[in-house]
């Protein structure tokens, strides 16, 4: 079958640094993608990889490893507003997208 | 521009009934998908619309059922309502037919079956 794990929720200090982890067993890869939700509204796009490494945009970085079926996201400089559930998704072999549960991220003062 | 408006925001069913969700992608954009989502957890894939074809779908029952019209727009119906069906219905549109490209979501549409 095909599985995503994430941790259901991690706890982190404004203006400090949090590190979210994804695993996946699935059918084929095409791509990973994190997504960013707010409770009560849809997800939004933060960052897609389908080659090993590290991809930065801002505040955000996004890390693959094909061989280890691993995915992070890494935040910078925590701010209250990212608080929010962190989903990961891969890319199947049918162009499927199968997302993971969500990380529900609380951000202390 | 507009982003992917999705109609109705929220509905309230009962056993039995039926549901039409209706759903107006980005502007340009040809690719539709549906997505479930349960509180509490990540969307789960229904259908993908491409050109007005299906291109995919996932593992729903049959009482589920999409199509897309020549505008590109999409309607989800989803027969002989369960209380399972409770949930965030999610549309998302793309400019590519193979879900490479990112994906725009709707605001969702909100179902409570009773």
């Known amino acids: 079958g095909q599985n995503i794990d994430q941790p259901t929720e991690m706890t982190a200090t404004e203006g400090a640094i949090v590190q979210i982890n994804c695993t996946y067993q699935?059918?084929?890869?095409?791509?990973l993608f994190w997504y960013q939700q707010h409770a009560g509204e849809a997800p939004t796009f933060l960052s897609y990889n389908v080659l090993d490494g590290l991809e930065e945009k801002g505040r955000f970085s996004s890390f693959l490893s094909r061989s280890k079926g691993y995915s992070y996201l890494l935040l910078k400089e925590l701010q209250m507003k990212d608080s929010a559930s962190y989903l990961c998704a891969v890319l199947d072999s049918n162009y499927q997208l199968i997302w993971g549960a969500g990380t529900k991220l609380i951000i202390k003062p | 521009d507009a982003g992917v408006t999705q109609s109705p925001t929220h509905l309230i069913k009962t056993r039995g009934q039926h549901v039409t969700l209706r759903c107006s992608p980005i502007?340009?954009?040809?690719?539709v998908s549906w997505y479930q989502q349960v509180l509490g957890q990540g969307p789960q894939f229904i259908f993908q619309?491409?050109?007005?074809?299906?291109?995919g779908r996932g593992n729903f029952p049959d009482r589920f059922s999409a199509r897309q019209f020549p505008n590109y727009s999409s309607e989800l119906n989803v027969n002989a309502l369960l209380l399972g069906d409770s949930a965030l219905y999610l549309c998302?549109?793309?400019?590519?037919?193979?879900?490479?490209?990112?994906?725009?979501f709707g605001e969702g549409s909100r179902l409570t079956v009773l």
């Open positions: 619309y491409y050109e007005k074809e299906e291109r």
């Open positions: 998302a549109s793309s400019s590519e037919d193979d879900s490479i490209g990112e994906l725009f």
């Open positions: 699935t059918s084929g890869f095409n791509g």
């Open positions: 502007s340009g954009h040809k690719s």
